[in-house]
């Protein structure tokens, strides 16, 4: 059955392209995200609390509705496929999943199949990944001390993440390592995170704490955020930037440091808004699509894809979607609140 699915979507495939997916502000929508699990098996302190409550199995979206979901987003127009959680590599049998995505980069409606992962498990998966045509993985790692990373993801331990990391690099993987700059916490690690990654070859992107959730009484993302222009100056002491115009599909800027060759990426949601030239989306694990992390407007596309075994009532759900999208977020943390903070966690959405 997943083989003739597989066949008659790439039949489809082969048919005249529909019309591309344009927001209401003219930008190209080529990226999808797609969350497939909001469980996981970390409980980052400025992501969830360590006492979650996740959704019901029977809510999520099986990988063959999952399948036909992202199929449809290729078929409009969609370049590139970033699979998220939670964790997506705790979710049963998602290698089969991405082994009927990798048909798509194939016949050329995928230029890229991806993921972002905590690391836990890809000395599993590092392999099977690979021979499912991921090239590259992101990994998100915010100490390199092991004391601090037990207390940052509560549940993890860092020589398993690195064990993983070094498992995909054998599998001819590249890795970006992801960062989330938390004042006070890994601040004085920023010259080590840079010199580990330049010596393993890893790209390193940081990224700004996001208003996303609430994470009870003992969260202070108020306190833990530290701004990006502030973490670039510093940088910038010891090594000399050079601006990159590189893009790899998502909202970071990037710098080359002259010293060492290697590229680290910025994700500034709170310091530079980089919503002009956003050009993605978000579904998560249920069917609902979120045309901005940092906007509360969805829409279900579990019913349209449910309802009919054609696609035409899924593929208007999601331009009426698209023909929604705002023009960007509120994230603020100017007067000492989380401005613009958001009810879902980040695992919901996905990361």
């Known amino acids: 059955?997943?083989?003739?699915?597989?066949?008659?979507?790439?039949?489809?495939?082969?048919?005249?392209?529909?019309?591309?997916?344009?927001?209401?502000?003219?930008?190209?929508?080529?990226?999808?995200?797609?969350?497939?699990?909001?469980?996981?098996?970390?409980?980052?302190?400025?992501?969830?609390?360590?006492?979650?409550?996740?959704?019901?199995?029977?809510?999520?979206?099986?990988?063959?509705?999952?399948?036909?979901?992202?199929?449809?987003?290729?078929?409009?127009?969609?370049?590139?496929?970033?699979v998220t959680g939670g964790e997506p590599l705790v979710r049963r049998d998602i290698v089969r999943f991405f082994e009927g995505m990798s048909r798509h980069l194939e016949d050329g409606g995928l230029d890229e199949l991806t993921l972002t992962t905590n690391g836990s498990q890809l000395a599993r998966f590092a392999a099977p990944l690979a021979a499912a045509g991921v090239r590259r993985v992101n990994v998100s790692l915010d100490t390199l001390d092991e004391a601090r990373f037990a207390r940052v993801t509560r549940w993890g331990r860092l020589p398993q993440v690195l064990r993983g990391i070094e498992s995909a690099r054998a599998a001819g993987l590249r890795v970006k390592i992801n960062t989330v700059a938390l004042k006070g916490f890994n601040e004085d690690e920023l010259e080590r995170l840079v010199e580990w990654c330049g010596a393993e070859g890893h790209d390193l992107t940081f990224i700004e704490v996001m208003p996303m959730g609430d994470l009870g009484p003992e969260a202070d993302r108020v306190g833990q955020y530290w701004a990006l222009s502030d973490l670039r100056r510093r940088l910038s002491e010891t090594w000399t930037l050079t601006d990159l115009p590189d893009r790899t599909g998502g909202p970071a800027r990037y710098v080359r440091l002259e010293e060492t060759g290697q590229r680290i990426g910025f994700i500034t949601p709170l310091t530079h808004n980089f919503c002009e030239s956003c050009n993605r989306v978000r579904v998560t694990c249920t069917g609902e699509i979120y045309t901005c992390l940092g906007q509360e407007g969805r829409m279900d596309l579990r019913a349209p894809l449910r309802a009919s075994r054609t696609d035409g009532p899924l593929e208007a759900a999601i331009r009426r979607a698209i023909g929604e999208k705002p023009k960007g977020h509120d994230f603020d943390y100017s007067r000492g609140t989380e401005g613009g903070k958001m009810r879902r966690h980040m695992s919901h959405t996905g990361g």
Request: glycine share 4%.
């Open 1 to 82: 059955m997943w083989r003739a699915f597989a066949d008659l979507s790439l039949g489809r495939m082969n048919a005249p392209g529909p019309a591309p997916l344009i927001d209401p502000f003219a930008r190209a929508i080529t990226y999808l995200r797609l969350s497939v699990t909001d469980r996981c098996d970390f409980r980052c302190v400025y992501c969830m609390s360590e006492q979650m409550q996740f959704l019901p199995k029977k809510e999520l979206l099986t990988l063959e509705e999952l399948d036909r979901l992202c199929t449809a987003f290729v078929r409009l127009g969609v370049r590139k496929l970033r």
